[in-house]
């Protein structure tokens, strides 16, 4: 098991920029496959970006489509943290955000994929 802790949620703009931060504890980090998440009010919770650990042959970041070109997801396995870095931010990416972590190497864009998460962030786009 991995504990997250998110941060770096709050209120910004349209067109404003956010970085979240996601830290987790334990030695072994860098093999777990990191994602973020996010869930609108009365919303499912869906998938935003996944960065894989180490060892992991395909592709090693994936986002959604409404967030490709402004999201941008890494991480720094000295620090045992993965970033969302969230840029050209609209109305619609107002929601609380949730870090995932997962040892999986398959449903990987799917909650049910993700055994592990954080207690979430809120995320605010005003208009």
């Known amino acids: 098991q991995v504990q997250l802790v998110e941060s770096g949620g709050g209120l910004v703009q349209a067109g404003g920029s956010l970085r979240l931060s996601c830290a987790a504890s334990?030695?072994?980090?860098?093999?777990?496959?990191m994602a973020w998440f996010r869930q609108a009010p009365g919303k499912e919770r869906d998938f935003v970006a996944f960065?894989?650990?180490?060892?992991?042959?395909?592709?090693?970041?994936y986002y959604t489509n409404s967030v490709k070109g402004r999201f941008t997801i890494s991480r720094d396995n000295a620090k045992n943290t993965v970033y969302l870095q969230m840029d050209s931010l609209k109305p619609e990416d107002t929601a609380v955000y949730y870090c995932?972590?997962?040892?999986?190497?398959?449903?990987?864009?799917?909650?049910?994929?993700?055994?592990?998460w954080g207690q979430g962030t809120q995320v605010t786009v005003s208009s």
């Open positions: 960065a894989a650990g180490i060892g992991w042959t395909g592709t090693r970041v």
């Open positions: 334990g030695p072994t980090f860098s093999r777990y496959t």
């Open positions: 995932a972590a997962t040892t999986l190497t398959y449903n990987l864009g799917y909650r049910d994929g993700y055994a592990n």
